[in-house]
């Protein structure tokens, strides 16, 4: 039997819960960023990017739990873009105009914070930010990689549906896909995990840990199924590379050393293959329809 030494980050509890709670998050990550960059709203992931950040200092300011404040606000917010776009898909322009609303509402609750509430934990809002992945408890760590896998099993559930909506709404829509249902639930865990993904890189880089890793596998392969998988691959190992880079250099934020990973790997991925035109998907009905 292998026993870890010391100095092996492995056996520290705070890289235990961080690579738990990393894992999770990173796998659901990836598996809803795939079908943010298939139906080009990656937009939408920045404004909840900016969304999560509001919400956490939300409840900060008003002394309720962080983690629903993130929750509540993203998840508000992602079914609000769909209400307003059409069949549950938001354009630029109706995200645009609710981005700059909650960018509005964000200044307010962080002067209201500082104001008011700062003195009972300063350090709060720049965990917001930036993440704050090694500094999880084992609950938190437990919670998020529940709810992550949650995502997780929804994302996998509905990937048919899901898929063959992108692809031909209209086909779908006439083959009795609940296009607009998949679009809200959708959007849903899109919120989910960009409240998780704070907890883990911060509001501020959220959107790579959507985006690089899907965007990479879209890169790397034509064929849907493998690139879900693969854009969940992706996020996992680069979610790790950063973590054990973080422990091996202290003075590295982890949020910093994951993204440099992804970039990396996306970057790898575009010299690798740049493909001259999108390729179309061709998928099935789901069986039934």
Do not use: K
């Not at 809002?125 to 919670?143: E, H, K, N």
């Not at 880089?205 to 959507?210: A, F, K, Q, T």
Request: hydrophobic share 55%.
């Amino acid at each position: 039997m292998t026993v870890l030494s010391a100095s092996s980050p492995l056996s520290q509890p705070f890289f235990q819960h961080a690579l738990l709670a990393g894992t999770s998050i990173a796998a659901a990550c990836g598996l809803v960023g795939y079908f943010l960059v298939l139906r080009a709203q990656v937009f939408t992931a920045d404004a909840l990017s900016h969304v999560a950040f509001t919400g956490a200092m939300a409840a900060l300011a008003f002394g309720g739990d962080l983690r629903l404040g993130l929750l509540a606000a993203t998840v508000a917010i992602a079914l609000l873009f769909g209400s307003l776009g059409r069949r549950a898909r938001p354009d630029d322009v109706v995200i645009g105009s609710v981005f700059s609303w909650v960018l509005g509402l964000g200044a307010f609750f962080v002067t209201l914070y500082t104001t008011s509430r700062s003195t009972a934990d300063g350090t709060a809002g720049v965990s917001v930010l930036f993440g704050s992945v090694f500094g999880l408890s084992a609950g938190s760590a437990a919670t998020d990689a529940l709810v992550a896998a949650g995502v997780c099993l929804v994302m996998l559930c509905v990937a048919r549906p899901l898929l063959f909506a992108t692809v031909d709404e209209a086909v779908a829509a006439a083959r009795g896909v609940p296009v607009r249902l998949l679009g809200y639930g959708f959007l849903a865990m899109a919120g989910v995990s960009a409240a998780e993904a704070t907890q883990a890189v911060g509001s501020l880089l959220l959107l790579g840990l959507l985006a690089a890793p899907a965007g990479a596998a879209t890169r790397l392969t034509d064929r849907p199924y493998r690139a879900l998988a693969l854009s969940a691959g992706l996020a996992v190992g680069e979610t790790w590379a950063g973590l054990f880079a973080s422990y091996a250099v202290p003075r590295m934020p982890p949020s910093f050393a994951i993204m440099a990973a992804a970039t990396a790997v996306y970057a790898a991925a575009f010299l690798i293959r740049r493909p001259a035109h999108r390729a179309r998907i061709r998928t099935p009905a789901p069986t039934g329809a």
